[in-house]
């Protein structure tokens, strides 16, 4: 990548490079589940509607941009492993945030071991396991990461049903597709050699 790249967004007044982005060059990390990523199937990188308000005009209203931003969903679609460890993972998390059965799942899911890659900012014990970041890593035509999209805070708020089917002739594994709520993403370029 040039100089300019790594010190931050290019400015660029032509256009240099004129591949186009493949969507198959992703790989989309969990930290707080990191089976989930590994079958990761399909990504979004969430999109973002800025908020207007109307200046009042006698003719006509007329748009001023506003001052909160809300970003999309972000939505993984993942196969399901047979032992179903990786929709456990998520399964796992959401009852230990909504403890559907009772008051305990929360504190035992508080107080569970997180895993090794677990960022040390959600280590103490403020944070109450609750959040994890995620990070997807984006590649070029070359198979270089030359963006990673970093995800703070991220909770699961819904992951789809797994629906099996006994008239299906040929074997089509079962996925399923999770949910996740998240502070804030910000886009930054990798810094290459």
């Known amino acids: 990548m040039s100089e300019e790249i790594a010190q931050g967004y290019p400015t660029i007044t032509q256009l240099t490079n004129r591949n186009y982005l493949a969507p198959t060059g992703f790989y989309f990390t969990v930290n707080r589940a990191p089976l989930v990523g590994y079958f990761g199937t399909q990504v979004n990188v969430p999109g973002l509607v800025l908020s207007a308000t109307e200046q009042p005009n006698y003719l006509t209203n007329i748009p001023r941009p506003g001052e ?96 099996f089917d006994s008239k299906v002739s040929d074997v089509q594994y079962l996925s399923a597709s999770v949910t996740f709520k998240y502070t804030i993403y910000n886009i930054e370029p990798m810094i290459c050699c």
């Open 68 to 163: 909160k931003i809300e970003f999309g969903e972000l939505l993984l679609t993942f196969l399901v492993d047979e032992d179903l460890v990786n929709y456990m993972e998520i399964q796992k998390w959401m009852r230990g945030l909504g403890f559907p059965e009772s008051l305990q799942q929360i504190y035992d899911w508080q107080t569970e071991e997180k895993p090794q890659n677990y960022p040390a900012k959600y280590k103490d014990e403020t944070d109450l396991n609750l959040f994890s970041d995620g990070t997807l890593l984006i590649y070029n035509s070359t198979d270089n990461p030359t963006f990673k999209v970093i995800f703070r805070d991220m909770f699961p708020q819904s992951i789809s049903p797994l629906q």
